[in-house]
């Protein structure tokens, strides 16, 4: 299970990066532009897809009070985008320090943002953090293109393995 689990974290950090490095390049009324879809604009899907890995770290990781990255966050693209590169390593690296698959089916007990407790095993919370990058990677391509960016990252899994 730990293998499966680091590939995962693997893809997903390199997922990232490759939409980390075309939207840096892009200028901000392009991330900002109103597109129709799940959130408002690039950077708002982006901003999520960061601040969800993060908070599902920090639950990981026990934090005793997990906040929102977004909504504590006032900097620029590049630096949130910094941040989200870090909070994927960060659950690369938690799924490495984790010895034995008892480890991994160690269930957890959460708050969500509404303050509602929940519990699942750790397992089932990493697939449900790369489950959910990948879905909204899918609609940056879509919102991508709708925005005008002509560069489009192939992201799919077999790319990665066997890059």
Do not use: C
Not at 112 to 127: A, E, H, I, Q, R
Not at 137 to 158: N, S
């Amino acid at each position: 299970m730990k293998e499966l689990l680091l590939q995962m974290a693997r893809y997903n950090i390199w997922a990232n990066k490759q939409f980390i490095e075309i939207l840096l390049k892009v200028e901000d009324e392009v991330l900002d532009k109103e597109i129709t879809s799940s959130f408002p604009s690039i950077r708002a899907t982006a901003y999520h897809m960061w601040s969800a890995e993060d908070i599902w770290l920090q639950r990981l990781l026990l934090t005793e009070q997990p906040v929102w990255a977004q909504s504590v966050f006032d900097g620029n693209f590049g630096e949130a985008a910094e941040k989200w590169q870090q909070s994927s390593q960060g659950l690369m690296d938690f799924v490495d320090k984790q010895y034995k698959d008892e480890a991994l089916r160690h269930v957890l007990q959460y708050y969500n943002l509404k303050k509602v407790s929940f519990k699942m095993p750790v397992y089932t919370v990493l697939m449900q953090v790369f489950n959910h990058a990948t879905y909204h990677r899918g609609q940056l391509v879509t919102m991508m293109r709708q925005a005008g960016i002509k560069k489009i990252p192939g992201t799919d899994f077999h790319t990665f393995s066997t890059k």
